[in-house]
């Protein structure tokens, strides 16, 4: 089922805007999927499993958009493309490590998907609006969850605390490449497909910095007269293909399978 | 056997045929009960159906997909799409309340409406589907597939599961 563009947008940065969704979503997925059998309780394995899930069925929604527009299969993508070529941010191939940190990163996802998704749902590309209303509605299970850790771990003992805090140091700078500039993204403004990632990173900010601070977690942001001003500098590059040696290795773990029996199936 | 016409597939027998295809991880269920199938359309013998996801990951939609060309074509259409719609999102909303309590005689206790928040629909007490007493407790939010969270009944001490309102 092949999609058109409307002449108002420009192709080659809206198919880079989908395919940085979702490389996001499936990398995270990957990283998320790492928990199953691992996590430290039941119900984390569970919830960490499902959320994997999610992810990657929402990365399929968006490599299915960009085949319908022309670019290549959604397993191709996936299973096919050397890793060089991901536009991930560096945030979601960190490596798991601490469960803390796991926590921190999808809460912080979380809410940047949020904002994202919230912004699409009135883009001007109408199976854009669509899809992200469809998965907002997943979506809600998510960052209930990852808050709740959130706010109970952040909280709980000073081991708990002290973890927690050193997430954040770790995570923050790296969650500010979620919203690096996309090549061509004032086109997408222009054309109304989404609010920019300027936008969306304050939106951001302010959503996460009262819940990381009623759990007495610090974060490198200024508050003056209502105004939120970030002192860390963003962790990006990832948009730009400029991919680190996590990514390498989570992406041959990814792919292994599939190049074990190409085109085989189950 | 001479003489006996074979029937050409309807509208009617699509929709028949989709209503006998379960649900691959909760059989009591058809797929048109789940509300799964938008619409039906078909052009001589080309037969397109139009299906939305419950969940976007759920590993069960190629299976379906798979179930609903084989029924058909077994119906004798020449060919058979099966295009997905997301909009608008499928919601529980939409299921019955014949549905529901299909749902509960199964042992999963059915989705509680939608609100004007999750977090409100959410914390409105479950009933246990065995023993219906609503001494029941949210043991995980995610659970065994992407539709269900895990409970457990105070009452007679089992764990049961119930589908996300979505």
């Not at chain 1, 927690?164 to 923050?172: G, I, K, R």
């Not at chain 2, 159906?49 to 074509?73: H, N, Q, R, S």
């Not at chain 2, 219906?132 to 065994?144: A, H």
């Amino acid at each position: 089922m092949a999609l058109e563009v409307p002449s108002n947008i420009p192709r080659e940065p809206l198919l880079r805007f989908l395919v940085a969704l979702a490389d996001d979503e499936l990398v995270l997925g990957h990283r998320d999927s790492e928990w199953t059998g691992h996590a430290p309780i039941l119900e984390e394995d569970i919830a960490f499993s499902n959320i994997a899930q999610d992810e990657i069925g929402h990365s399929l929604v968006w490599y299915t958009m960009n085949e319908q527009l022309g670019g290549k299969s959604p397993d191709w993508m996936g299973f096919e493309r050397n890793w060089k070529h991901f536009t991930s941010c560096h945030f979601v191939a960190h490596p798991k490590g601490d469960f803390a940190y796991t926590v921190i990163r999808q809460y912080l996802f979380d809410v940047g998907e949020q904002v994202r998704l919230n912004s699409l749902c009135s883009s001007s590309f109408v199976p854009v609006k669509e899809a992200a209303e469809k998965i907002l509605q997943e979506e809600g299970y998510h960052i209930m969850h990852s808050r709740s850790l959130v706010e109970r771990l952040g909280n709980a003992t000073n081991e708990s605390h002290t973890r927690m805090q050193a997430a954040v140091d770790l995570a923050f700078p790296q969650a500010l490449g979620m919203f690096e500039e996309l090549a061509g993204e004032n086109e997408l403004v222009k054309a109304g497909v989404f609010s920019g990632n300027e936008l969306l990173q304050q939106l951001w900010v302010e959503s996460v910095v009262p819940v990381l601070t009623a759990a007495s977690l610090k974060l490198p942001v200024d508050t003056k007269n209502g105004t939120m001003t970030v002192h860390a500098k963003a962790d990006e590059g990832g948009r730009k293909g400029w991919q680190k040696e996590h990514l390498k290795q989570l992406v041959e773990d990814l792919q292994t399978v599939y190049k074990l029996s190409p085109g085989g199936s189950w | 056997m001479v003489g006996v016409e074979i029937q050409k597939p309807t509208l009617e027998s699509a929709w028949e045929a989709l209503s006998r295809i379960a649900d691959p991880e909760i059989p009591v269920l058809s797929l048109v009960e789940l509300n799964i199938i938008r619409e039906v359309r078909i052009v001589e013998m080309r037969v397109t159906v139009e299906m939305t996801p419950t969940f976007l990951g759920c590993p069960a939609l190629e299976y379906m997909k798979k179930e609903i060309k084989d029924k058909l074509l077994g119906l004798g259409f020449d060919e058979v799409t099966v295009e997905l719609k997301l909009s608008p999102p499928w919601s529980t909303d939409m299921l019955t309340e014949e549905v529901r309590e299909k749902l509960r005689v199964f042992g999963i206790a059915p989705p509680e409406k939608r609100m004007a928040t999750l977090a409100e629909a959410l914390q409105k007490p479950v009933a246990c589907p065995y023993c219906r007493s609503m001494e029941t407790r949210l043991d995980s939010p995610f659970g065994p597939t992407l539709c269900k969270q895990i409970f457990y009944c105070e009452q007679c001490k089992q764990s049961f599961e119930r589908f996300k309102t979505l």
